[in-house]
């Protein structure tokens, strides 16, 4: 018998049928692996892409060995297997990611979620009166204590808490904002959409860059339900500019009985300047300046889990309670489970740097980055080879996720720049899809003809694994 070469080109009689190839011990391992269904899924496919390739000509009977149809096969459910949501290395300079999932938790919040991920909880049960309880007693008492708050409540993110405000206060009604607050931010969160989807009648007062106290004033009617207060963390206007504060608001809508509604976005617990980051307004600040309501989210600054914080006044949040919304919007067990311990971390705010990820994070020290980056600056360059030069540099880092968007943090970091300069577009982003390729993808930032990877978010406990597979470049 004589066996064709290799390089031959094969027909498509040659392909071997599905019910032979399935018999093969290295596919049928593959099928103990992966289950039956999914191979003969995946192999059916594998035989129809050969059968377009011998009417086409192109087929060798190279492809068509079990072992190559086996070893393509494999790596075929190996893709199929691997699951969309990974983890991965934030090098953008960017902590707070939006896109990379904002806030990572600290450890007592990832073992507290471990416990409920693995174990029922009394998440709506009263262990004292044995009865049915509510879910936001689980952290209604450590939101008042840390806010100075008399109610709170929680749902799943900030928009949410927005939308869910003022449905309950303002639906039919009307809500004064002033023109310089419209924001819009990512995902399309625009605060007139959200107010026009909750049944709210949006007022705008003053201009873009100019807000004085008579334009409120001027504006509150018998349809007026609230005055609305937008903190801008996404952006910010300079120049000739004038903004009414929370206690001005404030005295305008208590004097006609209304109550002040302020979105405070990504609001601290904790004055970030403590320690030598920008200065921003805190819940508490905020409600002592005269707000009956703050919504805020629970994975910016806060450092916790995605969530929607709404603290204030015990009537106001109880209306909002009361909302059928508020079942829809509701938060679960998981995320409950991380906010309770991230919010204990408040009462020993002292001890934030260490034990708050997020903090920890902010606070890195340019010099430790640099150290890092001498490290790795070796290794990275043997990976790649001669095509590139690695270097390390100076770099400003950011918060993120709208958090005081012009303030930089002094950081370092690795620059990748090509050898040579024709190509130059195309082997970045070559290089960037190799990073992105890794066990641990790689996520850096494109600018100025080379790719940054900013360290601040390479942990010192992750470094080695993260050098390990840098090795996979070489492919």
Known sequence: ????????????????????????????????????AGVTSALRARLQA?????????????????????????????????????????????????????????DVAVQSVVQALSSPMALEYDLERGARGDRDDLVEALLCELTGAEAATVVNNNAAAVLLMLNSLANR???????GELVEIGGAFRVPDIMSRA??????????????????????????AMLMKVHCSNYAITGFTSSVDT???????????????VDLGSGSLVDPARWGLPHGPTVRETLEAGADLVTFSGDKLLGGPQAGLIVGSADLVGKIRRNPLKRALRVGKLTLAALEPVLALYRAPEHLPERLTTLRLLLRRPAAMHAQALRLVAPLQAALGPAWMVGDAAMASQIGSGAMPVEALPSHGLVLRPAAARGRGRALAGLGQ??????????????????????????????????????????
């Open 247 to 261: 206690p001005a608001l404030a005295e305008i809508a208590h004097a006609r009985g209304l109550p002040v509604g």
């Open 1 to 36: 018998m004589t066996v064709p070469d290799d390089d031959a080109a094969a027909g498509a009689s040659d392909i071997p049928s599905l019910d032979r190839l399935l018999k093969d011990p290295a596919i049928a391992a593959l099928a103990t692996a992966h289950g039956l």
């Open 173 to 179: 009604r009307e809500v004064v904002v002033s023109r």
């Open 50 to 106: 050969l059968r377009d390739e011998a009417r086409a000509g192109t087929l060798r009977h190279a492809a068509l060995a079990p072992a190559t149809l086996a070893e393509d096969l494999g790596a075929t459910l190996e893709r199929a297997a691997r699951p969309r949501l990974r983890a991965v290395y934030n090098l953008t300079g960017t902590v707070l990611h939006t896109n990379l999932g904002r806030a990572v938790l600290p």
């Open 199 to 224: 049944g709210a009648k949006l007022v705008e007062v003053g201009t873009t860059n100019r807000t004085h106290p008579g334009d409120y004033a001027g504006a509150i009617g018998p349809r007026t």
């Open 434 to 475: 190799s990073l992105r390729g890794l066990p641990r993808p790689v996520i850096g930032r494109i600018a100025d003809d080379a790719l940054w990877l900013d360290l601040r978010c390479l942990e010192e406990s992750d470094e080695a694994a993260f050098a390990a597979q840098l090795a996979a470049l070489r492919a």
